[in-house]
């Protein structure tokens, strides 16, 4: 696609249920990257995607979270048992090939709210 | 270890006023660029430059300029004519060591007042 798309916008969800949150990178972009932004602060790296592979995951804050990615392409992330802390803004951006040094171009995020 | 500090959490200024916005990064790379990146009230980053560190000469966009001093490991963002459309949160940011990754600031978020 031309951008990089994400969904849902906004998800309101009960403590304890699980949500999955999708993006789909812009064709071609081998590289996905999640971040999180909780209110007011910056951004927080969660896992990146090269191809399939996540060569790192070690921003994932807790066993609760786990992603995928498939066919080179959407990504979901997957958050179990949600938790009031997880309430944020998740953004995925992705880029050209798997080095910070292309910079990214970013979804407009799924503000997550757990009540 | 790399790292981008934003020391100014948030600025206000009146439309028309000059303002600058201070990044200072810490890098174990020889070579590295640096990035700016503009979060509006949508939330939607939006990517504003890339600097190689090879290249220290000021860069100009409309009102736009940054000044990128390696001496002072410092890469600093001006608006000139500030404008209400300005208001933002604006982010730097840098490769990982390994660059598989960028590594942000906290960013600073901007306000203009009419």
């Known amino acids: 696609g031309a951008g990089v798309s994400q969904s849902p916008s906004n998800k309101v969800t009960e403590k304890g249920k699980d949500v999955e949150l999708r993006c789909d990178p812009i064709?071609?972009?081998?590289?996905l990257y999640w971040y999180r932004q909780s209110l007011g602060q910056g951004l927080e790296f969660l896992i990146y995607?090269?191809?399939?592979?996540?060569?790192?995951k070690s921003g994932l804050p807790s066993d609760r979270f786990s992603a995928e990615r498939t066919g080179g392409s959407v990504s979901t992330l997957t958050i179990q048992r949600t938790q009031q802390e997880d309430s944020a803004v998740y953004l995925c951006?992705?880029?050209?090939?798997?080095?910070?040094?292309?910079?990214?171009?970013f979804g407009s995020g799924t503000r997550l709210t757990v009540v | 270890a790399q790292k981008v500090t934003q020391a100014q959490t948030e600025i206000s200024v009146v439309e028309k006023e000059d303002v600058t916005l201070d990044c200072v990064y810490e890098?174990?790379?020889?070579?590295?660029?640096l990035f700016w990146y503009k979060q509006p009230p949508s939330g939607e980053l939006v990517f504003l430059i890339r600097?190689?560190?090879?290249?220290?000469q000021n860069e100009i966009s409309g009102r736009y300029s940054w000044n990128f001093q390696k001496s002072t490991s410092s890469f600093n963002f001006t608006i000139t004519a500030s404008q209400v459309v300005d208001s933002a949160v604006y982010f730097c940011?840098?490769?990982?060591?390994?660059?598989?990754?960028?590594?942000f600031g906290t960013g600073t978020r901007l306000q203009v007042f009419p």
């Open positions: 951006a992705s880029s050209v090939a798997p080095t910070g040094n292309y910079g990214y171009t």
């Open positions: 064709s071609g972009h081998t590289a």
């Open positions: 995607f090269q191809g399939n592979s996540a060569p790192d």
């Open positions: 890098t174990r790379d020889t070579t590295y660029y």
């Open positions: 600097r190689n560190s090879f290249d220290e």
């Open positions: 940011a840098l490769p990982s060591y390994n660059t598989d990754k960028l590594i």
